[in-house]
């Protein structure tokens, strides 16, 4: 029976078949759907958020060590916190599977780079296997874990946001069944003390030789014979461009794209009249493929830079003289119209931003949905750079002494909990006068409202303890913790001042679920009595996309009106009216008494 699966879906599926035992992951774009379908699958695999990447592949290599097979899921920016046990884990090898999945992001749809997680596979020294499609996620899912058993070694499954998000008919297989291999002591596998890391580097590097022998004839790289003019080697979502523009071209496909099947390469490219690699991002393929003493070309036609798409391919292979140019210029589409990102009506963070804005803070941010508080009309973020960056680069603007204002950190929940708390823990240990404010809004939101250790769930349903925030901030010494709604502009603005004006390490935690995972929050909607507003912009600079501009006037200045079905009913707006025009739809219409809205807050 055939089933139509993403390809976040399909490894999820092929997982399954090959007979995973356990997955942990952090959830990330575009990788998170993958362990979602693995839990919501059921059957005998336990499956787990974690609190970092790190910490996921610790887990899954436990795991492989005991002798199951196991997973870990991540985005491409996880691989980087996981690179520590990644790089190892190549050396000790594992016992049962191990098969790490790298989701990366060309085009930064959801990413702070597009960072090419090949070079890791290549790196570490693993084998590499990319899926062109659902079919083929679900196939090399498989193929990865029996890989990993046969040759001793993590397997780097990597991904693309097309891939990964697309949908594809995929048929499934059968569940593989038998028992674990079981845990068998082995300190000088397992253990890396120098003197027996220094044999395993050499057990890694014959692993590698033996893999290239495999790479040879192993059935995930295809040679498709067709006009001999121009030979293209690809692989990945590239080759279903290749195929859609080039149908009739002599493609050379590679599924393991490391190490490379070199000899079959050098064939190929004789009985081609000329080589062109095309590949995202970086020229991984095509550097290697050179270093083997083979002509080819590539990124001279191609970007380094964003997604390749059909039109991008089309162009590079009319600017290498392959195809007419007219044929390029008539294939090629406009440009949909952009759509930037905004916070959601109702987001509990955008008044902890209008505060911090008020008073000319230096805000250093972390990465979820409140990054876009660095854009117009809150702009109060100065710096998002990593998971956990922020308190650590607020203490070094703080000992720089050049901030104009108060240095804030700003990090959500999920966050702070991932790697934020070790910056907090320097904080305190070197009495740096910071304000940390953590954005505590119950959930990973920016990836679909996912459980965190904060949360008392597990991925799996499971009802657990819950971490405390204010009383962890307590246990690793700050002595400055205050809890606050931030509904509450008063009291939101009020926390600021207390902890800005504290000599040492202060923390504010904001209070609030997200009104949008893992379920809606929504109560009485607001309007604006038309001729009440003064058109002063003061709910304008939210944000709040269920705020706009209408076609009234008041003396020169536009009003504004409420989408009521967009409308959370978080009060905030009503609360910074100067003139309470704004009040719930279920009070009756008509002018307001004009009243003052908090003095610090109100205006830009």
């Known amino acids: 029976m055939m089933v139509l699966l993403s390809g976040n879906e399909a490894i999820a599926r092929g997982a399954i078949e090959a007979g995973v035992r356990v997955a942990a992951g952090y959830p990330g774009t575009p990788s998170t759907e993958i362990l979602e379908a693995l839990a919501r699958a059921g059957g005998g695999a336990y499956v787990q958020w974690s609190t970092n990447e790190k910490v996921a592949l610790d887990v899954a290599l436990g795991a492989a060590m005991g002798?199951?097979?196991?997973?870990?899921t991540m985005k491409h920016v996880g691989l980087n916190v996981a690179a520590d046990t990644f790089m190892t884990a190549a050396y000790t090898g594992v016992r049962g599977g191990l098969v790490v999945v790298s989701a990366d992001d060309p085009g930064l749809h959801s990413s702070q780079n597009e960072q090419d997680n090949r070079l890791y596979a290549r790196f570490a020294?693993?084998?590499?296997?990319?899926?062109?499609?659902?079919?083929?996620?679900?196939?090399?899912?498989?193929?990865?874990?029996?890989?990993?058993?046969?040759?001793?070694?993590?397997?780097?499954?990597?991904?693309?946001?097309?891939?990964?998000?697309?949908?594809?008919?995929?048929?499934p297989g059968p569940v593989r069944e038998g028992g674990p291999r079981g845990f068998e002591r082995d300190p000088r596998k397992y253990v890396m003390l120098p003197a027996f890391a220094r044999d395993r580097h050499a057990v890694l590097l014959r692993r590698l030789a033996a893999l290239a022998e495999y790479a040879e004839t192993s059935p995930v790289n295809v040679e498709e014979m067709g006009d001999p003019a121009v030979g293209i080697i690809t692989g990945g979502i590239a080759y279903q461009y290749v195929r859609d523009v080039l149908p009739d071209a002599s493609v050379f496909k590679l599924g393991l794209t490391h190490p490379l099947p070199l000899r079959r390469l050098r064939e190929f490219a004789a009985r081609v009249g000329r080589l062109i690699v095309v590949e995202e991002l970086e020229p991984f393929l095509e550097e290697r493929i050179r270093a083997a003493g083979v002509a080819v070309e590539g990124k001279e036609f191609f970007p380094r830079t964003g997604e390749l798409t059909p039109d991008l391919v089309r162009a590079g292979l009319a600017r290498a003289g392959v195809i007419p140019e007219s044929r390029s210029r008539a294939a090629a589409r406009e440009p949909a119209m952009p759509r930037p990102p905004v916070l959601c009506p109702g987001c509990p963070h955008v008044v902890p931003y209008l505060v911090l804005r008020s008073i000319g803070a230096v805000v250093a941010g972390d990465i979820g949905c409140y990054t876009l508080a660095a854009m117009a009309p809150l702009s109060a973020m100065d710096s998002c750079v990593a998971m956990g960056c922020s308190i650590g680069m607020a203490l070094g603007l703080a000992r720089a002494g050049t901030a104009p204002g108060p240095v804030v950190a700003t990090i959500g929940d999920s966050t702070f909990l991932h790697a934020g708390i070790p910056g907090l823990i320097d904080a305190v240990y070197i009495r740096t006068p910071v304000t940390v404010l953590i954005l505590d809004n119950g959930t990973t939101a920016m990836t679909g409202g996912q459980p965190h250790p904060g949360t008392g769930v597990t991925l799996q349903g499971t009802e657990t303890r819950a971490v405390d925030l204010a009383?962890?901030?307590?246990?690793?010494?700050?002595d400055h913790v205050q809890v606050v709604d931030p509904y509450d502009v008063g009291a939101t603005s009020q926390a600021r001042c207390a902890a800005t004006a504290h000599r040492g390490v202060s923390v504010v935690i904001t209070n609030r679920p997200c009104v949008e995972a893992p379920v809606k929050i929504r109560d009485a909607p607001f309007r604006v009595i038309e001729d009440a507003c003064t058109a002063c912009q003061a709910c304008m600079n939210l944000g709040c996309p269920a705020i706009a501009w209408t076609d009234g006037w008041y003396e020169g200045r536009r009003r504004v009106a409420i989408d009521g079905p967009a409308c959370t009913g978080c009060t905030v707006c009503a609360q910074i009216c100067p003139t309470q025009a704004?009040?719930?739809?279920?009070?009756?219409?008509?002018?307001?008494?004009?009243?003052?809205?908090p003095a610090e807050v109100a205006h830009e």
Request: net charge negative.
């Open 125 to 171: 020294g693993v084998p590499l296997l990319e899926p062109a499609d659902s079919r083929e996620a679900r196939d090399f899912t498989v193929l990865a874990f029996d890989l990993s058993e046969e040759f001793d070694t993590p397997v780097l499954l990597r991904t693309t946001t097309r891939i990964a998000h697309c949908r594809g008919v995929v048929t």
């Open 582 to 597: 704004i009040v719930p739809i279920a009070e009756a219409p008509g002018p307001r008494a004009h009243g003052a809205a």
């Open 471 to 478: 009383r962890l901030c307590g246990a690793l010494g700050v």
């Open 67 to 72: 002798g199951v097979r196991a997973m870990a």
